[in-house]
C-alpha cells in the first residue's frame, strides 16, 4: 500500500490541495503555521484523493459513473435528483481494499492514543476543487460528527466519496465550471471537539454583508456548529474591529442575542445520525453563546490566519473559518478555514440601492447582501415542490437546502423564516448576488397567498419584506475613477445599521452622526427612566423596562452599551476619518415616547423652541441622562479606541449655556483636548452666528444646522403645515446668516461645515457656501456623488481650471427591472 494514502495534518501544507481538497490543506497550513502563534486546531489525517481514484478504478466505477451524468438537464430538479442518486450509489457501493481499510484504521487508532480511547470523529468531505479564492463550494458535500468503532468510520469514508454527486455539488460544479471527473475527493478524519457541551459557529474577517474589511464578524450558537452553518438556528452575532484591536484595544464592537431555539448534541438521530437535536433553555436562549474575551480570543486567531493567508496570496485574503468551543476544557479551535468568495471579489464600482416608494411591511429579518428585488411569491414547503418554482419569483420557505441551489439561482429574492447571515443559505444567496432575509419569523404563514413583494437589505442589518411592487432605484459609481475636493464631503449618517455599506462612499468622514436614531430604535427607553426606574409611575411600563435591560448589570448599563455600540460601529466603520456625533437633541414631545417618557417630560406648546439640546444637559430633569450619554462617548474613545470621534453640542442658545455644558462634560471625562477630543457646536440660532466670536474661544468648530437656523431666522415653525410654504433655506436672509457664519469661523481659526438638509436638496447652496470658504459640507448619502461632480467643477472654475463635464461624471442610476416569469 503506498503510505501517501494516509497523510497527517504536521504534514500537510496549503500547496497540498491536489493531494487532499482544500479543506484539509487549510487544516494541515493552519496546524503546522499557525500553532506557536497560539491558533488551536485539533489533529486528524487525510485520506488522499489517489485514494479515491483507487478505489473507483478497482471497482471499475468510471464507466457506469459518466454514463449515470451523460446528458443530465441540471435546471431539471427530478432529473438531476435522479441521476445524483445514482452516481452516488456507484460510488458508495464501490469496494475499499482491504490494504486501505487497514491503513485508515491504523490511523484512526493512533489519533485515539493521542486524545483518548473516548474521542470521537469529525469524518469531512475535501474536494479538490474546494475553498479556492473565487469559489467556496460551501456545503457541497458531506460531513459526519461524532463518528467512532472501526465499522463507522469505514462507512463515513465511503458515504463521503459518494457525496462528492450530491445534487447541489454536481449542480455547482456546472455553474462554476468545473469537470466533475477532473474533481476528486480527499476525506478528512479529525478530532471531534466538543462543542455539543460548549458552543460552535463561523466568523469572517470582513462584514459579509457590505464587504467592509475592518471588522471580524462572528457568529454562533450552542451545541455543534451544523445548527449555524445549515441556517437552522439565528445565531448569536459580534463584531470587532481590526484596527483598534490591533493597537491593544480589547473590546466589542457589537453584540446581537440569536434566539438559538435549538442546540445539536451527541445521541442517536431520527435518521441514523450520531447527533440530535435538542430545544435550548430560556437561559441559553436569554445569553450569549460566548463571553467577550472569548469572541476576541478569537479574533485573534481569525486576525492571524488573514495575515497568515494574505502573506501566502502576496495580497489581502478575507477569510472565511469556522470555530469550536470544547466544553470540557473550554479550550477554543478552528476546525475550518477557507478564502471568502462572495463580496470580497467586488470591484471598485460602488452600488446603491434606494427604495423610491413606500409599502407595508410584512416581515422582517437578517439582511443578505444590500440589494432589492421583487417579483411573485412563490412558497415552498417540501423538496417536492421544487419543479413548480418559476424564474423571478421570490423563494419563501421555513429554511432552504444547498441541495436547493438550482432554483435559488433563478429566484430574484429569498426568504427564509430560519438561519443566520453566515449560513450557507445565505453565503450561496451572496455569491448568486441574490437579496436574501434570513430569519424571518412566520414568513411563510405570512407571505402565502402574496401575489407579489419586494425584498429590500439596502436599509441596515434588517432586511425588510413589503407588500406590493415598491419602486427602487440603483445608483453605479466607480469610485476609482472619482477625484476628491479640496471641499471636505461628509456624511449624514444616524443608522449603524448602513454605517459598513456607507463607509465605500467616497467621502472625508462623518459631518453628522445623530444619536436619537440609536436612542429610539437600539435603545428604546427615556435615559431619566434607566437612570431612575423608581420614578416610573406606570407598572406595565416598568414590566417592559425590565424585559428590555435583561442579562444586564442596570438600566444605566444597557443604555451605555447600546449607545456605545451604536456610535462605535459608526466611528468603527469610517476610521480613522473623522466621525462628528451630536449629543442628543429630541425635543419635548419626541422624548416623551421613549418608553418612560412621559414620566419626566412636560408637555410644551411649542417643542421645536422649548426643553431642548444643551438646555436640557446640566438640568436637574436631564443632568442624570447626559451623564450616561457621556459615559458611552467615553467608552467609545477610550475603551474602544475610537478617538475619530468628535463631539458636537446642538442647540445651545447663549455662551454661558456653553461654558455650563463644557465643565460638565469635563466632570464626566470629556474634557476638550483631553485625548485630542474635539469638541463642536452646532450653529443653528441666530444668536451662534451674531456672537459667534464670543462662542468660538469655547469650541473647535462650528456645523451650520440649516434647518433650525432657517426656521428661527424666518420666525417658521417646521413643524406647522399652515406654514411650511414659507420655509425656504435659499431665502436671502438665510443666505446671508450662512456667508457670516461660515466668515465667521475662518476669522476665528475654527472649522467650519454644514449638516443642513439644504445642501442635499439645492446644489445652489452647496456653490454658495464652497464660494465662501467653507471648510465641509455633510450630505445625505445618495447626494454625495452628484454634490461631489458639482463642487469639484466648482472649485475648478474658482481656480480658472478646466471644469468638469456630465460626461465625465462616474455615476449613473439604472432603474432595475428584476425578471419576471413567463407563466404563472
Known amino acids: ?82 441521476r445524483a442518486r445514482k452516481a452516488r450509489e456507484i460510488v458508495h457501493n464501490a469496494a475499499v481494499p482491504a490494504a486501505m481499510r ?73 455553474t462554476n465550471g468545473f469537470d466533475h471527473f477532473s ?34 464578524f462572528l457568529t454562533g450558537a450552542f451545541g455543534l456548529g451544523e445548527n449555524v452553518v445549515q441556517g437552522t438556528v439565528q445565531p448569536d452575532e459580534f463584531y470587532v474591529h481590526k484596527p483598534t484591536f490591533r493597537k491593544g484595544f480589547r473590546t466589542v464592537l457589537k453584540r446581537t442575542l440569536g434566539t438559538k431555539a435549538l442546540k445539536m448534541i451527541y445521541g442517536q438521530g431520527r435518521d441514523g445520525s450520531r447527533t440530535r437535536n435538542l430545544p435550548t433553555t430560556d437561559a441559553e436562549r436569554s445569553s450569549f453563546c460566548l463571553t467577550d474575551e472569548e469572541v476576541l480570543t478569537l479574533t485573534g486567531y481569525a486576525i492571524a490566519i488573514e495575515e497568515h493567508y494574505s502573506a501566502l496570496a502576496t495580497d489581502p485574503r478575507p477569510m472565511d473559518i469556522e470555530w469550536a468551543k470544547d466544553g470540557l476544557d473550554g479550550s477554543l479551535y478552528i476546525v475550518q478555514a477557507r478564502p471568502e468568495t462572495a463580496v470580497s471579489q467586488r470591484g471598485t464600482e460602488l452600488v446603491q440601492y434606494v427604495l423610491k416608494g413606500e409599502g407595508e411591511m410584512l416581515v422582517k429579518g437578517n439582511a443578505v447582501g444590500t ?80 401575489p407579489d413583494i419586494t425584498v429590500s437589505c439596502a436599509e441596515g442589518a434588517d432586511g425588510r419584506v413589503y407588500d406590493g411592487e415598491v419602486p427602487f432605484k440603483v445608483l453605479r459609481t466607480n469610485v476609482g475613477e472619482l477625484a476628491r475636493p479640496s471641499t471636505k464631503i461628509m456624511l449624514n449618517l444616524a443608522n449603524p445599521g448602513l454605517a459598513f455599506q456607507s463607509s465605500f462612499i467616497p467621502c472625508d468622514g462623518v459631518g453628522l452622526a445623530r444619536t436619537e436614531f440609536i436612542i429610539s430604535q437600539s435603545v428604546g427607553v427615556h435615559p431619566m427612566a434607566l437612570a431612575h426606574p423608581e420614578r416610573v409611575t406606570d407598572a406595565a411600563i416598568q414590566a417592559k423596562i425590565r424585559e428590555r435591560i435583561s442579562g444586564h448589570a442596570s438600566g444605566t448599563d444597557y443604555f451605555v452599551e447600546r449607545l456605545s455600540e451604536g456610535v462605535g460601529q459608526i466611528a468603527a466603520a469610517f476610521y480613522p476619518r473623522p466621525v462628528i456625533v451630536r449629543m442628543s437633541d429630541f425635543k419635548t414631545n419626541e422624548y416623551a415616547q421613549l418608553l418612560g417618557g412621559a414620566d419626566f417630560e412636560p408637555v410644551e406648546a411649542n417643542p421645536m423652541i422649548g426643553f431642548r439640546g ?47 455644558v463644557l465643565a460638565l462634560m469635563a466632570r464626566h471625562g470629556l474634557g476638550r483636548g483631553v485625548n485630542g477630543l474635539e469638541i463642536y457646536v452646532m450653529c443653528e440660532i441666530p444668536n451662534n452666528v451674531v456672537q459667534i466670536d464670543a462662542f468660538a474661544p469655547h469650541f473647535d468648530g462650528f456645523s451650520i444646522g440649516s434647518n433650525d437656523l432657517t426656521q428661527l431666522t424666518l420666525g417658521v415653525d417646521r413643524d406647522s403645515e399652515m406654514v411650511a410654504f ?33 445642501p442635499s436638496d439645492y446644489p445652489e447652496v452647496a456653490e454658495f457656501l464652497v464660494k465662501h470658504g467653507i471648510d465641509s459640507i455633510s450630505l445625505t448619502p445618495d447626494a454625495v456623488i452628484a454634490t461631489t461632480l458639482s463642487v469639484l467643477s466648482l472649485e475648478a472654475k474658482l481656480k480658472g481650471e478646466e471644469v468638469l ?20
Open 726 to 758: 414659507e420655509f425656504d433655506e435659499r431665502d436671502p436672509g438665510v443666505m446671508e446668516m450662512l456667508r457670516l457664519a461660515v466668515e465667521g469661523a475662518r476669522r476665528n481659526d475654527r472649522h467650519s461645515g454644514i449638516c443642513g438638509q439644504a
Open 102 to 174: 487497514q491503513e485508515i484504521l491504523d490511523a484512526y487508532h493512533q489519533l485515539l492514543d493521542e486524545y483518548g480511547p473516548e474521542t470521537t470523529l469529525a469524518v469531512r468531505s475535501s474536494a479538490t476543487a474546494e475553498d479556492l479564492p473565487t469559489a467556496s463550494f460551501a456545503g457541497q458535500q458531506e460531513t459526519f460528527l461524532n463518528v467512532s468503532g472501526e465499522e463507522a468510520v469505514i462507512e463515513a469514508f465511503r458515504r463521503c466519496m459518494a457525496s462528492l454527486f450530491t445534487d447541489r455539488a454536481i449542480h455547482y460544479r456546472i
Open 614 to 660: 444643551a438646555s436640557r444637559y446640566a438640568h436637574p430633569a436631564y443632568a442624570d441622562g447626559f451623564e450616561l450619554e457621556c459615559l458611552a462617548m467615553r467608552r467609545v474613545r477610550e475603551e474602544m479606541g475610537l478617538t475619530n470621534v468628535k463631539l458636537m453640542i446642538p442647540f445651545c442658545r447663549r455662551v454661558d449655556e456653553a461654558e455650563k
Open 805 to 824: 463635464t456630465p460626461a465625465s461624471r462616474a455615476t449613473s442610476i439604472v432603474p432595475i427591472v428584476p425578471p419576471r416569469p413567463v407563466t404563472r
Open 371 to 450: 440589494g432589492i428585488a421583487h417579483g411573485p411569491v412563490r412558497v415552498i414547503q417540501d423538496p417536492s415542490e421544487l419543479g413548480t418554482f418559476v424564474t423571478g419569483e421570490v423563494l419563501v420557505a421555513e429554511t432552504t437546502n444547498p441541495d436547493w441551489e438550482p432554483v435559488m439561482k433563478r429566484a430574484s429574492a429569498i426568504v427564509t423564516e430560519r438561519g443566520g447571515r453566515t449560513c450557507h443559505a445565505a453565503i450561496l444567496a451572496r455569491e448568486l448576488n441574490i437579496p436574501a432575509v434570513v430569519g424571518a419569523t412566520d414568513a411563510v404563514a405570512i407571505l402565502t397567498g402574496r
Open 1 to 82: 500500500m503506498n503510505p501517501s494514502h494516509i497523510l497527517w495534518f504536521q504534514d500537510i501544507s496549503h500547496t497540498d490541495v491536489p493531494l487532499v481538497g482544500g479543506k484539509t490543506a487549510s487544516l494541515g497550513e493552519m496546524y503546522q503555521a499557525l500553532s506557536a502563534q497560539g491558533v488551536l486546531v485539533p489533529n486528524g489525517f487525510a485520506v488522499t484523493a489517489d485514494a479515491y481514484r483507487l478505489v473507483l478504478d478497482e471497482a471499475d466505477a468510471w464507466g457506469p459513473l459518466k454514463a449515470a451524468l451523460q446528458g443530465l438537464d441540471p435546471d431539471s430538479p427530478d432529473d438531476l435528483a435522479k
Open 183 to 216: 474533481v476528486a475527493l480527499s476525506v478528512c478524519m479529525m478530532k471531534m471537539v466538543r462543542a455539543d457541551l460548549a458552543s460552535s459557529g463561523v466568523m469572517f474577517t470582513l462584514d459579509t454583508e457590505s464587504g467592509f474589511r475592518d471588522a471580524v
